[in-house]
């Protein structure tokens, strides 16, 4: 009895394993039409065959363990090339991510390379423009989450924008760098199809292209932080991104995302937050954010999330260089800004 338990639970993990390497093969094999066809076709022959030879060898009194052997061996082979996979910088990539966000920091002065600023026409179309942006510390006084949601359940994208004097912002995104013509799949985050990005952009690009192109509901929400921890965040940022341009990642999506790479840096600069489903359920980050006491005081969630709804004060502001003034009327915590 205990034999037949063991055989069955290790044939169904195998067939359970077979079906993840046909959805890998799919998603990240790199061959020719033809051949990936021919790859794929035959590896769900050879699952569908072992797992009918699985099923009749259960019903027998003796079980040989042809099936979990033929498995295993077929699993090692794919594992092999799996854990070969590598990530790399050098791939034909998409213009908003065809270069990553790196700095320096020189006494109080921050310098950031390729901060994006570009001037979008439609989701696919814009004006392309990599600057380099100075940033006196000293003047960092405000940190904001930006989440975007596009209609997804659970779903949602998460930056963080951080204000020098209510004059200067700048975003940080983690995104997934795609390459040229190639779209998002959640599931394909699974699968490394994508390698990981660190973007620093301008609000009018990162925040006007969801609110304004894309037209995806964006609210704005202010942490309550001290400025010490303010600076360790921001300083965090720039070495997450200074790494990853010398040390390419895949994008993951459950363990490297925008939320858990947020969660990650924040967690090596001190802060003692727990692990919580809702880092991974991106659109109920807000309430994470609120139950650990990091957003606004004050007020209760649903004020936060109502007078941190900016989509119409962004389209409102479309061309004003006052744009991330303009967004932030009306937010808690920025109840003062001229």
């Not at 959640?186 to 990162?206: H, K, M, N, P, T």
């Amino acid at each position: 009895m205990a034999q037949a338990i063991v055989w069955i639970a290790l044939f169904t993990l195998l067939t359970l394993g077979m079906l993840w390497g046909l959805a890998a093969l799919w998603f990240r094999l790199e061959l020719p039409l033809p051949w990936r066809q021919v790859t794929l076709g035959l590896w769900g022959l050879l699952t569908l065959g072992l797992v009918v030879l699985g099923v009749e060898e259960s019903v027998t009194v003796r079980r040989d363990w042809s099936a979990p052997v033929g498995q295993l061996l077929l699993l090692a082979v794919l594992m092999t090339w799996w854990f070969r996979l590598r990530p790399s910088h050098d791939r034909p990539w998409a213009d908003d991510v065809v270069h990553l966000a790196t700095g320096e920091v020189q006494d109080n002065r921050l310098t950031l390379h390729h901060v994006r600023n570009f001037d979008w026409r439609t989701r696919d179309d814009a004006t392309v423009c990599w600057e380099r942006r100075h940033y006196d510390l000293e003047q960092l006084d405000s940190v904001d989450m930006i989440v975007s949601s596009w209609g997804r359940p659970g779903i949602a994208h998460v930056m963080v924008s951080f204000g020098f004097g209510g004059d200067a912002f700048v975003v940080f995104s983690v995104e997934v760098r795609r390459q040229r013509s190639e779209r998002f799949s959640e599931l394909g985050g699974f699968f490394r199809q994508y390698e990981l990005a660190i973007v620093a952009s301008d609000e009018r690009d990162a925040v006007r292209l969801r609110s304004n192109v894309r037209g995806e509901q964006v609210r704005l929400f202010r942490i309550a932080m001290p400025r010490h921890t303010m600076r360790s965040l921001l300083l965090a940022y720039v070495d997450e991104a200074n790494q990853l341009h010398e040390h390419p990642r895949f994008y993951n999506t459950i363990t490297a995302n925008c939320s858990t790479l947020v969660f990650a840096m924040a967690r090596r600069i001190g802060a003692g937050l727990p692990l919580d489903y809702r880092m991974l359920v991106t659109d109920r980050l807000p309430d994470y954010a609120f139950a650990m006491g990091g957003l606004w005081q004050g007020y209760s969630l649903t004020e936060l999330q109502d007078k941190g709804n900016i989509v119409v004060r962004a389209r409102q502001a479309h061309d004003d260089p006052a744009f991330s003034r303009r967004i932030r009327r009306g937010v808690p915590g920025w109840e003062t800004l001229p």
